[in-house]
């Protein structure tokens, strides 16, 4: 996953200074925009705190899911992106790691989808539980890209297989396969990536 080169730093450079110690992060999962809950002693290989909010809403139904927690700077997701999979289905994230004790306190703020902005990409259609390909689905926004990521998430006893396609923003361009999120709490693994421009209208 992509996790910035500032990230990374701060984290090499705290991680020298507190050798020897464990690191503390805040520990909640909710279904609204923001939690909060106990301090959690991380193990040795969590080297970061994870904060991770997620929006999605299909038609006028809109869900929300926050978690926070101890994790390993590898599984941080990409940073904000939204995602438009149908008509009426879309996804928004944000999330953001750090590495210094109860820094993922508080809560983020989810991106703007936007407007269409006269991109396509092909978007995908639910029939009889199987995703088939629809017709080309209007972009929004920053959405320039067009995805395919293939998986299964984790998030507590469940344990489910995904395919989404659609548009996305730049962070759903990701450069390797790999898993993200917070072990035993929420966690999704990525098995397949594939990712284009967006064509434009008339084009």
């Not at 923001?34 to 969590?46: A, I, M, R």
């Not at 590898?74 to 004790?101: A, K, M, Q, Y």
Request: hydrophobic content about 30%; some cysteine; proline content about 4%.
């Amino acid at each position: 996953m992509k996790t910035s080169s500032v990230t990374i730093t701060i984290c090499v450079l705290t991680a020298l200074l507190a050798t020897g110690t464990c690191l503390q992060c805040e520990r909640c999962r909710s279904a609204t925009s923001s939690c909060f809950g106990p301090l959690q002693t991380c193990e040795e290989d969590e080297n970061a705190c994870l904060i991770l909010t997620m929006e999605s809403r299909i038609g006028r139904v809109r869900n929300v899911a926050t978690y926070k927690g101890c994790t390993n700077l590898v599984h941080c997701p990409p940073g904000p992106f939204t995602i438009t999979t149908t008509l009426h289905e879309r996804i928004r994230s944000n999330s953001d790691c750090c590495c210094w004790d109860h820094c993922n306190k508080g809560g983020l703020r989810l991106p703007v989808r936007g407007e269409p902005n006269l991109r396509l990409c092909p978007g995908q259609k639910r029939d009889d539980s199987k995703c088939s390909i629809a017709e080309k689905l209007h972009c929004h926004g920053q959405e320039v890209n067009c995805f395919y990521h293939a998986g299964h998430v984790q998030a507590g006893v469940k344990n489910e297989t995904f395919v989404k396609q659609g548009c996305g923003t730049k962070h759903t361009c990701l450069d390797k396969l790999g898993r993200f999120g917070i072990p035993g709490l929420f966690l999704e693994t990525l098995t397949k990536v594939e990712c284009s421009r967006a064509s434009k209208i008339g084009t």
